[in-house]
């Protein structure tokens, strides 16, 4: 909710333009209607943790939608926080629609967060989450340094959330692209942020894909064909 006091003009005040403020309102606007949908009509609270940023319920609803609307059999993230919370909720939900049992890769570069997403909300005793400690390597592709994460799963994965630090000798991720072509025919993609890296991917993924999300929450890579 930070943003409602930095980009929003008040009246009175050498603020930002007219444009930016309603851009600024309609972004308030999204994030209370993402916020009302998951309290509200799915009976999810996000309980804020000290060791996490205020959670954003814009990017957090936009998660939880791609895992409800395309029931991704394996999904995995690499950066922990909010979204595991999210995403295994999405995934409760769906086993008890339909029976089906999923599962979710987390990974993450520090012990410490490791530790704290095991903590909240007692994810570390969910059977369907596999947690796993990686640490990030570099390497030449295309013509540019990319990271990519050791400890990878070798596993058929139909959802991709990537939201983690970058290297420091790079800002550019590479995993969700050097998989693709191994992944199935539903692999959709969504990058929190970290716009080097999604510029990289809109220049260098090999699949068609509908792009969607930028100003509102990360952006989305999802199948067209």
Excluded at 11 to 29: E, N, R, T, Y
Excluded at 86 to 109: T, V
Excluded at 142 to 149: A, D, F, Q, Y
Excluded at 188 to 213: E, H, P, Q, W
Aim: glycine share 6%; aromatic share 14%.
């Amino acid at each position: 909710m930070g943003f409602w006091n930095s980009e929003l003009w008040k009246p009175g005040s050498d603020g930002p333009s007219l444009q930016h403020s309603l851009k600024a309102l309609i972004k308030m606007v999204h994030y209370l209607y993402s916020k009302f949908i998951l309290e509200k009509i799915y009976h999810i609270k996000i309980p804020i943790n000290q060791h996490y940023f205020e959670p954003d319920y814009s990017d957090l609803y936009n998660i939880f939608s791609i895992v409800m609307k395309r029931k991704p059999k394996i999904s995995l993230e690499v950066g922990s926080g909010y979204s595991t919370y999210i995403i295994s909720e999405a995934l409760k939900i769906l086993r008890k629609k339909d029976g089906i049992s999923r599962e979710l890769y987390c990974l993450e570069q520090k012990e410490k967060y490791l530790k704290v997403v095991k903590n909240y909300q007692n994810l570390g005793s969910s059977n369907f989450i596999k947690f796993i400690k990686i640490s990030l390597k570099t390497n030449n592709y295309l013509g540019k340094k990319v990271s990519m994460c050791s400890n990878f799963p070798n596993s058929e994965i139909n959802f991709f959330y990537e939201d983690r630090t970058d290297h420091k000798d790079t800002s550019i991720a590479g995993d969700a692209l050097l998989i693709e072509e191994k992944m199935p025919e539903d692999y959709a993609i969504c990058i929190d942020g970290m716009i080097d890296t999604v510029g990289f991917y809109k220049n260098n993924l090999k699949r068609k894909y509908k792009i969607s999300g930028r100003g509102f929450h990360g952006v989305n890579f999802i199948p067209s064909h």
